[in-house]
C-alpha cells in the first residue's frame, strides 16, 4: 500500500504530453516516427541507435492495436517506443545527445509501462556511456521484478556509485517506489548535479492516480563516485532485457538542465506546474493544472485568478453587457447601464415593475423583548403577489436590508434582532409599504 503522498499532478497535465521546452523532448509522435500496431524499428528513426554492446532493436508502435498489450498513456499521444525480448540477445536503444555545457545541474524523466513478465533485470533507462570507454558521469534507473509478485509488479530502483566509486545496484530505500503495477503508465524522473558528481533527487509519478512521489537520497553519486572528475555523459540508452519474453514500453523522455528549469525545483519547465515557484510537490488540489503553489484559487478548478466574482463563482457574463452574472441586476438581458430606478435589486431592463405588487400589501409589526433587554422587531408581509422578491428596510439604513421570497400564502416575515427602545420603522422597497411601532415599557 502507498503511504506519504507527495503530490498530485494536474489533471490537464495528465491528459497530454508536455510542451517542448526541455533540452530533449520526445513523444516519438508521428511527426518524426514511423510507428504502427506491429512496431516499426526505431533504428535510424531521429537519430536512435543500437550500440556497439549489442541488441534487439526497440519498436516504434501506435498505442491503438499495439501487439505488445500495453494501454494507452493517460497522458495522451498515438505513439510509444517498447520491446520484448525475444531470446538470449538483449534490447538496446541509444541516442547520443550533449548535457548542455557538460556542467551544472540536470533533470531526465521517462513515461515507462511493464508488461508482461519473464525474469529480471526487467528493463532500465541510463545515461551513457554506463561502464564501457570511455567513462562518464553516468547512472542506471533500473525497474525490477518485485520478488514477491514476481509477475505483476515491479520495482523503481537504481545502480549508482557509493563515494568511493564502487557500483551499488540497489532498492530505492522508500516503499513508494516498489510494488508498482504492470501494464500501468508511470513517470520516473532522477536530477544530478555534475558539478560534485551526486544524485540529488529521484521521483515516481503514477499516471493513471496523479500521486507523486520524491525520494532525496544522500551520497549516492554518478560514475566516479564523490572525487568525480569523468567526463559528462553524452547519451541515453533505453533497455529492456531479464529474459525471453519481458515486455517494456517508454515515452515522453525529457532532459533538461537549468536553463529548461527557471526556477530550480528540478522539475522542467515544460511539465512544472508552477514554472516561476518552486514546488517539488507539484501539489493541485483542484487538479486544474495550476499547482496550488502558484494557484491564487487552489480550490476552484475553474479559476487561478478570484477575478471579479471571487473563488469558486463564475466571472461567466451570460448576456454580454460588459458585466458579470454574479453582479448583474438582469443577467440575461443585456444592460450595461444597470439602471435600478425602484432601487430594488432588479434591472429596469427585466423589472416587470407593477407586476410585483398587488396594490394591497400591508405590514404587520410586534416587538419582542429579550432576557437580556433588547429588542427583536419582527415585521410580517401581507398580500403580496407570491413568488416576488421582497426587500426589508429598517428605519431607512440600507445596511439592515433584508431580502425574502414571498411565499405561495402572499405572506413574508423578517426578524430584526438587537434593537434598543423606541421607535422603529419597516418598508418594503419594492412595493412602498411601510409600518411602525414603538417598543418598549409603557410610561
Known amino acids: 500500500m502507498r503511504k506519504r503522498l507527495i503530490g ?34 526505431l533504428t535510424g528513426q531521429n537519430g536512435y541507435y543500437v550500440p556497439p554492446a549489442g541488441g534487439v532493436d526497440f519498436k516504434v508502435y501506435t498505442y491503438a492495436g499495439n501487439t505488445l498489450g500495453l494501454p494507452a498513456n493517460p497522458r495522451g499521444g498515438d505513439q510509444f517506443v517498447g520491446s520484448t525480448t525475444v531470446d538470449a540477445t538483449l534490447s538496446r536503444a541509444q541516442k547520443d545527445l550533449a548535457y548542455g555545457d557538460g556542467t551544472g545541474t540536470w533533470t531526465v524523466c521517462f513515461d515507462v509501462c511493464a508488461g508482461a513478465a519473464a525474469a529480471n533485470n526487467l528493463a532500465s533507462f541510463s545515461t551513457q556511456n554506463y561502464g564501457i570507454t570511455p567513462f562518464q558521469a553516468t547512472f542506471i534507473m533500473l525497474m ?16 549508482y556509485d557509493d563515494a568511493g566509486g564502487n557500483p551499488i545496484t540497489a532498492e530505492i530505500p522508500d516503499v513508494n517506489f516498489q510494488d508498482n503495477p504492470s501494464y500501468h503508465w508511470f513517470r520516473r524522473c532522477a536530477t544530478f548535479n555534475l558539478a560534485d558528481n551526486s544524485i540529488v533527487e529521484l521521483t515516481l509519478t503514477d499516471l493513471v492516480t496523479g500521486e507523486r512521489f520524491v525520494y532525496a537520497p544522500t551520497g549516492w553519486y554518478l560514475d566516479g563516485g564523490s572525487a568525480g572528475g569523468l567526463p559528462p555523459p553524452s547519451g541515453l ?12 514500453g517508454y515515452d515522453n523522455v525529457t532532459v533538461c538542465g537549468a536553463a529548461g528549469d527557471a526556477d530550480g525545483d528540478y522539475v522542467c519547465d515544460g511539465e512544472d506546474n508552477c514554472p516561476n515557484q518552486v514546488n517539488k510537490d507539484q501539489a493541485d488540489a483542484d487538479g486544474d493544472g495550476a499547482g496550488d503553489a502558484c494557484d491564487n484559487c487552489p480550490n476552484d478548478p475553474n479559476k487561478t485568478e478570484p477575478g471579479v466574482c471571487g473563488c469558486g463563482v463564475s466571472d461567466n457574463d ?29 434591472g429596469d ?12 400589501e400591508f405590514i404587520q409589526m410586534r416587538c419582542k423583548l429579550q432576557q437580556d433587554g433588547t429588542i ?17 428596510r429598517l428605519d431607512g439604513d440600507p445596511q439592515t436590508d433584508i431580502s425574502e421570497t414571498i ?37
Open 8 to 41: 498530485l499532478l494536474a489533471a490537464g497535465l495528465l491528459a497530454a504530453g508536455y510542451p517542448a521546452a526541455a533540452q530533449y523532448d520526445d513523444g516519438y509522435e508521428a511527426d518524426t516516427y514511423t510507428g504502427d500496431a506491429d512496431g516499426e524499428v
Open 407 to 443: 411565499k405561495q400564502n402572499g405572506k413574508a416575515k423578517v426578524k430584526f434582532p438587537n434593537l434598543v427602545a423606541g421607535q422603529h420603522f419597516v418598508s418594503m422597497l419594492e412595493c412602498d409599504v411601510e409600518a411602525s411601532i414603538t417598543c418598549g415599557p409603557q410610561p
Open 376 to 392: 427583536i422587531v419582527i415585521s410580517k408581509l401581507f398580500n403580496g403577489v407570491p413568488f416576488s422578491p421582497a426587500t426589508f
Open 237 to 248: 540508452r533505453l533497455f529492456c532485457g531479464g529474459g525471453v519474453g519481458n515486455q517494456i
Open 318 to 346: 451570460g448576456d454580454e453587457d460588459g458585466v458579470a452574472d454574479c453582479n448583474d441586476n438582469c443577467p440575461d438581458v443585456y444592460n450595461p447601464g444597470q439602471e435600478d430606478s425602484d432601487n430594488d435589486g432588479v
Open 144 to 159: 525490477r521484478w518485485d520478488q514477491e509478485e514476481p509477475t505483476t509488479e515491479w520495482n523503481a530502483d537504481i545502480v
Open 349 to 360: 431592463a427585466c423589472d416587470s415593475g407593477e407586476e410585483d405588487c398587488t396594490g394591497l
